[in-house]
C-alpha cells in the first residue's frame, strides 16, 4: 500500500559552515535525515552514502516487522560500507553519521535511529518529540543530572554516545513502531534545527496548517534567523490532510543530492588555513564521538560542574541572605532613633523605637517610665497617651510629657 500524505525536504548549508554535510531523503514511503560528521570531506561522504542506500527500501512493505528488519539491516549494512569505504580512502577516517528514519507502513510509522538528529510528531496541536537523542547531555538530562534547558547550551552538547560510523560493524539502533493517524505531521530534523529553535516556535510554525513545503521553508527562516550555526535539513510529513499528495521523483537534499555528492574532494592546501581562519574553523565536525577513557573524563568534568554550580548557589544564597539581614539591621538601627510616648499599664512611658510590630516581635522598648499616673489626666490626654504619641526625637518626647505631667498636676 503506497503512503497517502504529502511532503517535504529542504536543506542548508547554514550561515557559518562553507560545505553541507547533511543529507535528506523525502520518497513515497520512505523518509530520511542524516546528519554527517568527520571534517571537510567525510561528513558529506557518511550522510551521502547512508541516504543512498537507504532510499532502496522506499517500496510498500507487507507489514511492520518486514520493514523494521529492513530498515535495521540497511543501516547497520551502511555501516560496513564505511568501514569499506575508510579502508579504501583512509584520509576519510573518523567520518560517521546520524540517522533518523521513518518508513510508512498503512496506518503505522516504523522509525529507526541513532544520533542527535531527531523525529517530531504534531497531533491536536502538541508537538512530542519522538526519538532520543544518543548524546553525553541526554545522559544527563535523563539521570536528572541537567535540565533539558541547561543541556540545550551545555558545552558538551554535540558529544554522540552513538554514531553509524567507521568503526562498529554492528550500531546499536533504536527502532520502533508508532500508529499514526490522518492530520499528523512528521518532522525529521539534523540538529541544526532543533539546537536553534525551540519546539514552541517549532510548534507554532507546524500549527499554522500551511502546505509541507512553506512550513519547511519557516522552519528553516528561523533557523537563519537565529545564526544558523550548522547544516540544516528538515523532512516533513503530513498524513492525509487538507494539502494535495505531490507524486513523482523522490525527493534528495543535502550532500547526497550532488552527483559527485560520495566522491572525495582533494585535500585542501594548508596555506589558506591562515588566511581564512573562519572557513577552516567551518569545516570542523559539528560532533564529537568519544573514546570510552574520554567519556569516563567527560563524566568526572561533569561533576566537577555541578559541583562547582551547587556551590556557586550556596554561596550566591550566603550572599543574598547576608545582604538581606544587613538591611534589616539597618531598619532596626533606624527605628532606634525615633521616640514615642505611650502607656503601659496605669503609668506615661517614653518608649525608643516605632509603634509598629513585625508578628510577635516588638519594634520598640520602654526608654522611661515618668510614673505620671494615667488616672490623673484629663480624659482627653488620657485617650491620646493610650493611642501613643509621636515624637521628632528624645527631646521632643520629654517637652510632651512636661505637658501631660503639668496636666496631670491641674487635675488634682
Known sequence: MVF???????????KVRSNNQDSGYCGTNLFVVADGMGGHAGGDVASSLAVH???????????????????QQAITSTATLLIDTVAERPELAGMGTTVSALDMVDDYAVIAHIGDSRIYLYRDDALTQITTDHTFVQRLVDSGRIT??????????????????????????DTFIMPTQPGDRWL????????????????????????????????????????????????????????PIFSG????????????????????????????????AANEPSHFEPAAEFLEELIEEDRRR???????????????????????????????????????????????????????????TPHEDTEILLADLPSFSRATVERTISARSLADA??????????????R
Not at 497517502?4 to 547554514?14: M, Q, V
Not at 542506500?53 to 530498515?71: G, K, N, Y
Not at 536553534?196 to 534567523?225: M, S
Not at 510629657?401 to 491641674?410: N, W
Open 398 to 411: 520629654e517637652a510632651i510629657v512636661d505637658r501631660l505631667r503639668d496636666a496631670s498636676e491641674a487635675t
Open 306 to 364: 555541578a559541583k562547582r554550580r551547587r556551590v556557586g548557589w550556596i554561596v550566591g544564597l550566603v550572599i543574598v541572605l547576608a545582604l538581606i539581614g544587613s538591611l534589616l539591621l539597618l531598619a532596626y538601627n533606624w527605628t532606634q532613633t525615633r521616640y514615642f510616648v505611650g502607656a503601659d499599664d496605669d503609668t506615661v512611658v517614653i518608649f525608643q523605637g516605632i509603634q509598629q510590630s513585625i508578628g510577635p516581635i516588638s519594634l520598640s
Open 188 to 243: 525529521l530534523c539534523s540538529d541544526g534545527l532543533s539546537g536553534v529553535v525551540d519546539d514552541a516556535h517549532t510548534a507554532k510554525a507546524l500549527g499554522l496548517g500551511l502546505a509541507p513545503g512553506r512550513t519547511a521553508d519557516n522552519l528553516l527562516k528561523q533557523a537563519l534567523d537565529a545564526g544558523a550555526p550548522d547544516n540544516v535539513t528538515i523532512v516533513l510529513v503530513d498524513v492525509g490532510g487538507q494539502h
Open 53 to 71: 542506500r537507504l532510499r532502496e527500501l522506499d517500496h510498500p512493505f507487507a507489514t511492520t516487522s518486514d520493514a523494521e528488519h529492513a530498515l
Open 4 to 14: 497517502e500524505g504529502s511532503s517535504a525536504a529542504i536543506s542548508h548549508t547554514g
Open 249 to 280: 521523483t523522490p525527493t534528495i537534499v543535502g550532500s547526497a543530492s550532488n552527483p559527485l555528492g560520495v566522491e572525495v574532494p582533494a585535500a585542501r592546501s594548508g596555506r589558506g588555513n591562515w588566511l581564512h581562519p573562519n572557513r577552516q
Open 148 to 173: 533539558p534547558e541547561e543541556a540545550r547550551y551545555h558545552p558538551r552538547r554535540s558529544v554522540l554516545m552513538r554514531v553509524l560510523g567507521d568503526m562498529d560493524p554492528n550500531p546499536e539502533l
